[in-house]
């Protein structure tokens, strides 16, 4: 397979500031499957197609947003119930502040 336009794993994993474990990890759990594995040396390579799934799972990931959720908002792409999870998680962050906030004035 010519493998112009695929970039490889640890390529991918230093452009998006992600490990390669967590790409590992997020094919294992079927979040992001490379576009090509090499049969022979069983290297993972990525292609462009796949920078905006890398780039939301980076954005939700900083927000803390489970996988499992960000997995299944990839599945149904449903703005709405994606409106809703982004409210959910703002407020598990401002439950968090409060929290640690708390904890800093004793």
């Avoid at 499957?33 to 197609?49: A, K, Q, V």
């Avoid at 709405?80 to 800093?104: D, H, P, S």
């Amino acid at each position: 397979m010519d493998r112009a336009g695929l970039f490889s794993i640890g390529t991918i994993g230093k452009m998006f500031h992600l490990s390669v474990s967590s790409l590992r990890h997020y094919e294992a759990i079927g979040l992001l499957t490379p576009e090509y594995i090499d049969p022979e040396s069983g290297y993972r390579y990525y292609s462009t197609r796949q920078f905006e799934v890398l780039n939301t799972i980076r954005y939700l990931r900083a927000l803390d947003m489970p996988l499992q959720e960000i997995s299944d908002f990839m599945e149904n792409r449903d703005v709405e119930r994606m409106e809703e999870k982004l409210l959910q998680q703002k407020r598990a962050v401002m439950e968090k502040q409060k929290r640690l906030k708390c904890i800093e004035q004793k």
